[in-house]
Structure formats: C-alpha cells, structure tokens
C-alpha cells in the first residue's frame, strides 16, 4: 500500500536536513520547519550548495521545539546556537566560516524555498533505490541526502512521481492532504557532489542522464520533462488543505478528479 514514508526538512537553507515524525503545511504551502531559516550576504544573496561546496564540510543537527542548532566542523569544532533568541551569534560564526558578512533570516510562513509559488518536492523510495543502483558503492541515503527532497513516498514502483507531471496528470492525496504536480525538479551541481567531502562524484550527470532516459517510464509525459537530468517534482498543496498535517505512515491515493 502506498504510504508517506519520510518526511524531510531542511531547516537552515543548505545545511543538513532533519527527520521528522509530522509536520504542518505552512500558510505559504511548505513543509514546516523547511528553509525556515537562512544565511544572508548583502552583495550576492543567500548562501545555498550551489553557491559553495562549503556547506558539506558542517555536520548539522536542528532541534524544532528549541530552535537549536548543533554545528560540527572537520577539525572537532563543536558549537551551539539558538536561532530563536541569538541568531547575531549564529551569523557571527558563519560569517567567519563563509568568509563573508552575513545575517541571519527566518521565515516561518514559507520559508526561503528557491521555488516559493511552489511547495513540497516529492519521491519515492523506489526511485531513491533504484538510482543508487546506478552508482557503485552509493547507499540509498546517499542518494537521498544528495537530493534533498520533502516527501518520500513507500510501497510504489520506481518513478512513480513522474506519472503527476504534464498533460492530463493525476494528484495525490496524504490522508486526504492534496498534493498537485507542478513540474519536475531539474538538477543543479550539488547533486553531483558526495554530500560528506563536497567532492564532484566523477562522470556523475553524464552517467545519471544515460540511466534516467534508459530506465524513463513509458506511461509518463515525456514532454513535461525539458531534459533528464531531472528527478523528484515540484508539487502545490491548495489554499484548503495548507495548515493541515501529514503523518508518517499515512495512506497515499491518487486521485484523477
């Protein structure tokens, strides 16, 4: 039966990513505690993988109900920050680690997602194993830590997340929660890079294009796809069911209405 399997936040734009048992829609139609916060400079904006292969160097644990982050450097550094009541001390020490003057920012209704008309981007466990089959000695957390996605989704086939995409597409519902495709998520470079040493994993994109459009379901559309270095899509959860909470282990439908 397919069911909501992970539910992954990220909650300094970035930095690691956290489990967690539930989580709201925010007003703005995101997952909660996602992008919540983020490192700011004034001349070239936020600080993201894209921008910096710096970010895989930090080991970082977020507590939701305090608000504090634990940053592990590779020489043993150990800090703690709450970024609720101190986030001048929390961008004090970035600034020096990014080389830069950075600030601090929150947002708890949208948080600082790249896409922000979007919402959720979602998987399935199925795609995560069969990718890292592509890959010699690349674990399934690899590939899901590489990726970076919201919502996983168990007990369905490989890609099975492509089918709401494109002409006609379907959407699906988390107990009830509504869930729209909206388009595919094509890759950037941090994908490619071992997500512990930031290393570019060699022939990566090369060998990910070859398998994706090899193993590319026949059943999907493949003109909403612009190319295959793609994978996981970008969904929207409507106005009504924003505020309502997913669970894990949650029963997963789609729905053609």
């Not at 941090?190 to 026949?218: H, M, N």
Request: charged share 35%.
């Amino acid at each position: 039966m397919a069911r909501l399997e992970r539910l992954r936040a990220y909650p300094v734009k970035a930095l690691d990513g956290i489990d967690l048992e539930q989580a709201a829609i925010l007003e703005g139609g995101t997952i909660e505690h996602d992008r919540e916060f983020a490192l700011f400079d004034a001349d070239d904006g936020v600080i993201n993988g894209k921008r910096t292969a710096r970010v895989h160097d930090l080991d970082t644990v977020f507590d939701p109900e305090t608000a504090v982050l634990t940053v592990a450097t590779p020489d043993g550094e150990c800090q703690w920050f709450d970024l609720e009541s101190e986030p001048k001390a929390a961008a004090a020490w970035f600034s020096e680690w990014f080389d830069g003057t950075l600030s601090l920012e929150r947002d708890r209704s949208l948080g600082f997602v790249d896409r922000r008309e979007m919402g959720p981007s979602v998987i399935s466990t199925a795609t995560l194993r069969t990718v890292a089959d592509w890959f010699d000695e690349t674990t399934v957390d690899d590939v899901r830590r590489r990726l970076r996605t919201n919502v996983e989704i168990g007990g369905v086939e490989p890609f099975w997340e492509d089918q709401f995409v494109g002409a006609d597409a379907p959407a699906f519902e988390i107990d009830g929660v509504r869930f729209e495709g909206v388009k595919p998520c094509a890759r950037c470079i941090v994908p490619q890079r071992d997500p512990d040493t930031g290393e570019v994993t060699a022939g990566f994109r090369e060998r990910f294009v070859r398998r994706r459009e090899a193993t590319f379901p026949d059943w999907a559309d493949a003109d909403a796809f612009e190319h295959y270095y793609s994978l996981t899509i970008l969904t929207r959860v409507p106005d009504r069911d924003r505020g309502e909470c997913l669970r894990v282990g949650d029963p997963v439908t789609v729905v053609t209405d």
